[in-house]
């Protein structure tokens, strides 16, 4: 019998994606932590590693501007994704117990605005939200408020946003989970008089709590750092840390900022991302 | 569960897919409207659609798009079904951390820190060695192909993880070749979960602005980028003719998709 994996096919199998992501996902990273410790300059690219300071890194804490654009990023992501949970759970949980000939049908349709491009989903929502937009205009043609409502350019719009682009991330790990569950574990908890809150506290939510976290740092991680939502939806002011880094490196072209606020943001959501990697490990 | 809680939960689930559609609903309608304003419906018209045909640099950045896609996901097929099947048939080896760990950090890296950090090498790799010598299509290409891995990767892991390896096992002892098992029965056993992932890394990168905007140069404007700079100015009526024809056509591959991923134990 010869081997299944024989060592060049395993050599392959493993060196290949491993060279890649060492070459395009780990220098990357490398190479930011480097150009963290340069400084501007009016070069092509505009950084030189001359005289290595931490110039970058002080400016990172000195300004305000940053410690504040994370405490709102953290905040927003972590309040949508808690709305997301509230919303994606129950619906989930609907499509786990529908009849089995249509659940496929259900999971396609909350997969499929997911396919759909990200960009033009948000446009999407300041044609509802804007001023001139079909909220405020039909809400004016029936007469209900006389000026138009400020809907978008504000937090509420980039909450809702969030939502609406993250749900799928939300409910997709929930159903895996809950669809493993038997629904006989509840129905023998009915039968012994426990009541509906009661055993979901005791039994379908402790069972479905990996789905739980998994949908929540999928959505969680990516959104704190978000930057179409912020950028279309948040007005000028909105200050996330997605935006921050993108003006830094296109606005004032400050490479060595760009870099140290990415590295200082990676180090921030390493918890989490450690913790998404058990759960994926586990599964 | 009783009719009402039943009855409530399904109106949940209504209301969840109404949240989800009505946006996209809106841009679809509006697309037909012979009027430029959201506020006004004057009539039935495809003048965004011959007008979005008529303009040229759209048609080319569609182009470029595609190409980029098309090059990315292949790339990303073969990467991920390899970190697929290692990490799913191959069961201790050196690396196996790195590798599981890295793909899942790429999965949820918020994009913006995934471009920045792969400009940032490919300039300093120009310097030092070089190459690439300008940013455009290709550096593009290797960008989507990296965080598309990811995705394909954790498909071919689902489906492997669905199938007996004793398939496997089985021809390696009635004496097949390790290259023929491959080719003749894991690739077969693989092939929705290959179609899959090759279709999810074409939309992802043809979707994508954030890191195409960071890696790309100045030759090199793609779809997303021109869409994301007439969007930024205001509603165009163009951008929702455009919007509905990529809903159609993702529409349409997920069908395909899913009719192969669908299929498991023919």
Known sequence: ?283 | MTGAARARLYAILGLGYAFLYLPIAVLVVFSFNASPLLTEWSGFSLRWYVALLDNRRLVSAAALSIAIAAASASVATVLGAAAGLALARLRRFRGRGALGGALAALLVMPEILTGVTLLLLFVAAERVAGWPAERGALTVAIAHATFAMAYVATLVQARLADQDPALEEAAADLGARPADILRSVTLPLLAPALAAGWLLAFTLSIDDLVVASFVSGPGATTLPMLVFASVRLGLSPQVNALATLWILAVALALLVAVRLGGRRHD
Do not use: C, H
């Open chain 1, 1 to 283: 019998m010869s081997p299944l994996w024989p060592p060049g096919l395993r050599f392959l199998l493993i060196g290949l994606p491993l060279a890649w992501l060492a070459v395009f996902f780990a220098l990357p990273f490398a190479m930011a932590l480097a150009i963290s410790f340069g400084a501007p300059s009016d070069g092509a690219p505009p950084f030189s590693l001359d005289a290595p300071g931490l110039a970058a890194w002080r400016l990172l804490v000195e300004d305000p501007i940053y410690a504040d654009a994370l405490l709102s990023s953290l905040g927003m992501a972590g309040m949508a994704t808690a709305i997301a949970a509230v919303i994606g759970y129950p619906m989930a949980y609907a499509i786990a117990r529908a009849p089995a000939r249509w659940r496929g049908l259900l999971l396609v349709l909350v997969m499929l605005p997911f396919w759909t491009s990200f960009l033009v989903r948000i446009y999407a929502w300041t044609a509802l939200l804007r001023p001139t937009g079909l909220i405020n205009g039909a809400l004016q043609a029936l007469g209900l408020i006389e000026a138009p409502l400020q809907l978008m350019d504000n937090a509420f719009a980039v909450q809702l946003g969030l939502v609406y682009v993250y749900l799928p991330f939300m409910v997709l790990p929930l159903y895996a989970s809950l669809e493993k569950l038997d629904p006989s574990l509840e129905e023998a908890a009915a039968d012994l008089g426990a009541r509906p809150a009661a055993i979901f506290a005791t039994v379908t939510l402790p069972a479905t709590l990996p789905g739980l976290a998994a949908g929540a740092l999928l959505m969680f991680i990516p959104a704190s750092a978000e930057f179409i939502v912020p950028e279309m939806l948040g007005g000028p002011d909105a200050n996330l840390l997605g935006r921050a880094i993108w003006n830094e490196f296109f606005a004032n072209r400050d490479w060595p900022a760009a870099a140290a606020l990415a590295i200082a943001i990676v180090v921030l959501l390493a918890g989490p991302i450690l913790l998404f990697q058990r759960l994926e490990a586990r599964r």
